[in-house]
T-cell receptor, first 112, second 116 residues
Framework: QKEVEQNSGPLSVPEGAIASLNCTYS??????FFWYRQYSGKSPELIMF????GDKEDGRFTAQLNKASQYVSLLIRDSQPSDSATYLC????????????FGKGTLLTVNP | DTGVSQNPRHKITKRGQNVTFRCDPI?????LYWYRQTLGQGPEFLTY????????KSRLLSDRFSAERPKGSFSTLEIQRTEQGDSAMYLC??????????????FGPGTRLTVT
């Protein structure tokens, strides 16, 4: 079982719709969770992080965490063509372990 | 620009040559990380520094790879006797010293290495 799993996509949504990106992780000791956006040929850009169960909202983005189900998601409201990118989910075990473990990413395409 | 910077941005080298990459973290970030990313994959952790101390190394980091952060500021990653399998994007990230359970990391633009 992979440590961090994401549907590779592509996920295609029309402009203005809600895009829902999902991620599961295998290590129950994981403490914090991150969503990065990566445009083709560019480096990952941090969008949000979450470490408590529930929802965390930032503008058009909402991260949702359910530690019991080992599930984290990212919702993008009012999707724009500029949101078209690969979205990477990453987890961290916390404590003295600082490294991030990434999924392979989900390719999102927002159609005008 | 106060973000993480990396140099060079692109490097083409012949198999067997040595290469060195540099990373300058965000000012006052005491933690610095190196990752490697190949096409279609997420970044994979290579090594981590807190100030000048290298605290963790991945088993991906073979004996041909060495990283330093001599004064706790910039870092270098050297690959000796490069192989075609070393072709990848090498990413550097840094995170601030504040006590946060999240340890968010901010990435530089990366160095794309091509070994021919």
């Amino acid at each position: 079982q992979k440590e961090v799993e994401q549907n590779s996509g592509p996920l295609s949504v029309p402009e203005g719709a809600i895009a829902s990106l999902n991620c599961t992780y295998s290590d129950r000791g994981s403490q914090s969770f991150f969503w990065y956006r990566q445009y083709s040929g560019k480096s990952p850009e941090l969008i949000m992080f979450i470490y408590s169960n529930g929802d965390k909202e930032d503008g058009r983005f909402t991260a949702q965490l359910n530690k019991a189900s080992q599930y984290v998601s990212l919702l993008i409201r009012d999707s724009q063509p500029s949101d078209s990118a690969t979205y990477l989910c990453a987890v961290n075990r916390g404590g003295s372990n600082y490294k991030l473990t990434f999924g392979k990413g989900t390719l999102l395409t927002v159609n005008p | 620009d106060t973000g993480v910077s990396q140099n060079p941005r692109h490097k083409i080298t012949k198999r067997g040559q040595n290469v060195t990459f540099r990373c300058d973290p965000i000012s006052e970030h005491n933690r610095l990380y190196w990752y490697r990313q190949t096409l279609g994959q997420g970044p994979e952790f290579l090594t981590y520094f807190q100030n000048e101390a290298q605290l963790e190394k991945s088993r991906l980091l073979s004996d041909r790879f060495s990283a330093e952060r001599p004064k706790g500021s910039f870092s270098t990653l050297e690959i000796q006797r490069t192989e075609q399998g070393d072709s990848a994007m090498y990413l550097c990230a840094s995170s601030p010293p504040r006590d946060s359970p999240a340890y968010e990391q901010y990435f530089g633009p990366g160095t794309r290495l091509t070994v021919t």
